[in-house]
């Protein structure tokens, strides 16, 4: 009882001192009110704060700051995890359910989820899911900790994670069951003895966010482990060029697809691109004779680079998709050249939705990146600083990140993913993820009908 009579003093206290409180700052507040609206309804536009409204509304409030940063530095911005400009996506297409006319699958069957990629390769990568790890390098974007987290999340889920244009990671290459190495522009992830452990390789030719545009990153942005397996030196940069050096006609791309071909026994060796000028880049690759393609739209992310290629250059995802897709088809390869598209594309309907439309696999990097700090970048970092900070190569907190907990979430993630996707293609009456197609679809409004040739409904 005494206990009671004391809880209940303390909050009569509290209320008393909240009222008195209140009582002696409430004149200051309408004060401050009056005040303000007084000068907002009398001061000329030229010294009302109102103007800013006005701004506001005329220009992005980003990009009044990227502005502010570009005169502050005079030099060319690198703006983390992509571009904010909303592109043409997947929005405007719905599936068709299966109910009297179709009927969707019984209870008790099931969806196949597997991909293979590169049939025609003496050695297809063949997958449980048709979801991959996008490449995200290590030292030039993420932490040892995180890319260990990502490749086990990988084994998991049964795909494959891949190296990205950093240096392959050894303890990444020990760990993966399946293994992507990206063969880039740069000097580094070139040792036949690395090559010969891929079980595909991605020939790096371009990318969403940054196009083909060539990039250099200090070494002290990369000290320790990184600028070792780079071979930066202390006072140097990592460079990643525009172009292969002696690689420029359709001929010079067919002998490096096929000496990379020889040299890991028939893998599946492919591209990645960023999209742009879709029928005639895809000639040159098929000329070449890739086993697959990767394309890149402009939707991707990235951990830094200039605004006007995130912004400005290249095509959205689902664009280069369906234009990629009718390519093939006219070209009678579609089946045997696989297809990956990349780039903005983060819940379970729209990797879907990329598969029906002719994708062999759908790669994704931001949301498992998020995925894979589930918990940690909420209970480690913020909110004094960003999850960047546990997740990047250069992060103050990376040593924070707990490994096996982010590949649990990750690998989470990617079966959570998959579950949806397989109900979905249950109620269209699909036993296989690849039997998903065009016939399930329909475009809500006219633009996404010009995109994709699907009816409009």
């Not at 599936?95 to 069957?109: G, S, T, V």
């Not at 390098?137 to 990502?150: F, H, I, R, T």
């Not at 000028?277 to 690759?285: K, M, P, Q, S, T």
Request: glycine residues 8%; charged residues 25%; hydrophobic residues 45%.
């Amino acid at each position: 009882m005494t206990f009671v009579w004391m809880t209940a003093g303390v909050a009569a206290a509290a209320l008393i001192v909240a009222a008195a409180v209140l009582l002696l700052v409430r004149p200051t507040i309408e004060k401050l009110v009056d005040t303000g609206l007084a000068l907002t309804e009398t001061e000329t536009y030229y010294r009302n704060i109102m103007t800013m409204v006005s701004l506001f509304q005329r220009i992005d409030p980003q990009i009044l700051v990227e502005n502010s940063l570009r005169a502050d530095s005079g030099k060319i911005l690198k703006r983390p995890l992509g571009s904010p400009k909303k592109f043409p996506h997947f929005e405007g297409i719905m599936f068709l359910p299966c109910q009297m006319d179709r009927l969707p699958l019984k209870d008790a069957e099931k969806v196949d989820t597997r991909t293979v990629i590169g049939p025609r390769a003496r050695r297809p990568l063949e997958l449980k899911i048709p979801l991959i790890i996008s490449g995200m390098a290590y030292g030039l974007a993420l932490s040892e900790k995180v890319k260990l987290a990502l490749v086990k999340a990988a084994n998991m889920a049964g795909t494959a994670a891949n190296s990205g244009e950093g240096p392959v990671l050894p303890e990444e290459l020990r760990e993966a069951n399946k293994y992507i190495i990206q063969y880039s522009r740069a000097e580094w992830a070139k040792d036949p003895e690395i090559l010969k452990q891929a079980d595909m390789i991605e020939i790096h030719i371009g990318q969403g966010s940054s196009a083909g545009a060539p990039s250099q990153v200090p070494a002290k942005h990369l000290r320790g482990k990184a600028a070792r397996l780079m071979g930066v030196a202390p006072d140097g940069e990592a460079e990643i060029r525009s172009r292969f050096p002696g690689v420029s006609r359709k001929g010079d791309w067919r002998r490096l697809v096929q000496e990379l071909r020889s040299l890991t026994k028939g893998v599946p060796i492919g591209m990645k691109l960023a999209i742009g000028r879709v029928e005639e880049d895809l000639e040159i690759a098929l000329y070449a004779g890739v086993d697959f393609v990767t394309l890149d739209g402009a939707q991707a992310a990235t951990k830094g680079t200039p605004p006007i290629l995130q912004d400005d250059v290249g095509l959205p995802t689902v664009i280069g998709l369906c234009r990629a897709v009718e390519y093939l088809e006219k070209r009678k390869k579609r089946g045997r050249v696989s297809l990956i598209v990349s780039g903005g594309i983060h819940t379970p309907g729209e990797c879907l939705k990329a598969l029906a439309l002719g994708a062999d696999a759908v790669a994704l990097g931001s949301p498992l990146l998020f995925a894979s700090s589930h918990t940690q970048g909420s209970q480690k970092v913020l909110p004094w600083e960003p999850p960047t900070e546990l997740a990047f190569y250069t992060g103050e907190k990376r040593e924070l990140y707990d490994v096996d907990e982010g590949a649990v979430f990750a690998a989470r993630f990617l079966q959570s993913l998959v579950k949806e996707m397989k109900l979905a293609a249950a109620a269209l009456g699909k036993a296989s993820l690849k039997e998903v197609g065009r016939e399930d679809l329909v475009a809500l409004d006219p633009v996404s009908a010009q995109i994709t040739g699907l009816p409009l409904i």
